[in-house]
Each structure stands twice: as structure tokens, then as C-alpha cells.
């Protein structure tokens, strides 16, 4: 499962003598896949996806979706149950280079107002601060 990621320029450290990456963070799930295949099971899953997701003060219901509506999007729904057997979370922010190489690029990550950068940048500076607590 993909969190936030995104592009790491070589241009943004003090020196050319570098190669870009990737910066991102991820949960591997392992286990076995059951394929959800009955309609009325998955229906049933989206109706708690609605119901944890809504807002309460929303008025939508999936009760006033027409049924044909409902059974032809379903048909584009893949549903699946893992039975977990291990997770292993990974976290690639720029941890192996110096703090101050990883502060150049959480400036950079800043300037733009995509989500995914700044998110970077914000797990970026946590562990910067982490860092220079030791």
C-alpha cells in the first residue's frame, strides 16, 4: 500500500556528483488473497466503506444509488480479503545522506504545493529532528 512519494533531483544537492531517486513510503502486506466474488458481500463492503467514510452530517446513502446503477459500477469493483501473515512498513526519505543534504531537498519539497511533496518534506523534517535530538 503507497503513501506519499515523489521525485529526488540530483540538481538539489551541493554537488553534481549524484543520481536522482525516489523518495516514499509504503506498507508491504503479505498473506493470502480471497477474491470477493458474491455481489451481495461486496455490497456489503462498500455500504462500510460509506458508513466509515461519510461525514455524519452528510445526506448520501447508498439506500437512494438506483440498483442498476449500483450492479453496473459494482461490475468494475475487484474486492479482495488478505489474511495478513506479515507487514513491513518501508520508508525511503533521504535518511542516508547528511542532515544537511536532507534539508536542502525538504526546501525544495516545499517550494510546490503537490501533495505528495509535501508530505515528503514534512516526514523528511520529522526525522531530521529526530536526528539531531541523538
Known amino acids: 500500500f503507497q503513501g506519499p512519494h515523489c521525485y529526488i533531483s540530483p540538481s538539489w544537492y551541493e554537488t553534481n556528483q549524484a543520481v536522482p531517486t525516489w523518495n516514499y513510503e509504503a506498507v508491504h502486506v503479505y498473506g493470502t488473497m480471497k477474491m470477493i466474488e458474491e455481489p451481495t458481500e461486496l455490497l456489503g463492503l462498500l455500504r462500510k466503506m460509506v458508513e466509515k467514510y461519510e461525514s455524519p452530517s452528510s445526506t448520501y446513502t447508498l439506500n437512494d444509488v438506483d440498483p442498476a446503477y449500483m450492479n453496473g ?30 534539508q536542502l531537498v525538504i526546501e525544495k519539497l516545499e517550494q510546490t504545493s503537490r501533495e505528495n511533496e509535501t508530505k515528503i518534506a514534512e516526514l523528511m523534517k520529522q526525522n531530521v529532528q529526530r536526528v539531531l535530538k541523538k
Open 73 to 102: 459500477l459494482s461490475k468494475g469493483i475487484i474486492g479482495f480479503k488478505i489474511g495478513i501473515s506479515k507487514m513491513e512498513g518501508k520508508q525511503k526519505i533521504s535518511q542516508n545522506h547528511s542532515v544537511e543534504r536532507q
